[in-house]
């Protein structure tokens, strides 16, 4: 059998698994053959994608389910490490034993959403190498690259401190409660996964209840249909921190509050039409008995190119 003649098969990189736009993909790729064999082409193909599916039901009556799916293609490049003239029935012998042989590509240039895979869909890369066999179907094998997608750093928006401030009044009958204010800073907007986030508070509470803080660090995850006629949204919470209780009749409490980023979460997806992953940080004043008092930040994060470490 086809499937008992190829063992060990194997791709590997030379520096990294790790590439961004423009970049070449060198390395080597080696399997055993249990016998000779006639080839005529052993193929690499490097791919770039995107899709999305996900389902909604509802009941008028009887249970009823939408579908909604998209793809995209990125890229596909193929290239040849053996080629044949198949127009002549051309073929190459491979001896029974190791076979070892090197390649290289190079990715396109282009605007390229980050490798992700969420909920509801994927933005995937790969590398397949393909040996196609006169009169047998052709056997393929597959590696999947991480795809990083760099942003420019030379934008004043990303390292410019952020602010914001809210307050709300109590109301009980015909009483009125002093006011509850927050002002809310970071030192900027884009940030790296894995770093950690100083969030700078100051708390006013002149009402008589006490109130919590509390900062979290969401995900949002949209997917789309082509045209974006339809979406779906899913929220992850990624970290969570709860502050001490601030006393009612307090004035001026500052605070400084770490929260942490996961190493693992990707980074801000908004170059793919069908895919998009968005972060915030919500600091929140808890009130019993009312609506929390709330400030947003939208923030990125991201990977940036390694030439801007040199020059900082």
Known sequence: MFQDTIKNFSISFDERNTFSAGDFITGTISFDLTKEIKISALTIKIKGGANVQWSTASRSGYLRRRNYRARMEFFT?????????????GTTKLAAGTHVYSFSCQLPEGNFPSSFRGIHGRISYSLTVSIDRPWHLSKDFRTELNFVSYIDPHQPELWAPLSGSNFKTLCCLWCTSGPITMTVSLERKAFKPGETVKVMCS????????????????????????????????????????????????????????????????????????????????????LWGSPDLIVVFPIVLCELPAYWYLTE
């Open 203 to 286: 708390f006013s509470n002149a009402s008589s209840r006490t109130v919590t803080p509390n900062v979290k660090l969401q995900q949002k995850q949209i997917y789309y249909t082509h045209y974006r006629t339809n979406w779906t949204k899913v929220v992850k919470t990624l970290a969570r921190f709860t502050g001490n209780p601030i006393s009612a009749h307090t004035s001026d409490v500052q605070t400084e509050i770490l929260l942490p980023i996961p190493l693992n979460a990707p980074p801000t997806i908004s170059n793919c039409m069908i895919l998009e992953v968005e972060y915030i940080i919500e600091v929140s004043l808890c």
């Open 77 to 89: 490049y193929k290239s040849a490490i053996i080629q044949t003239n198949t127009a002549v029935n």
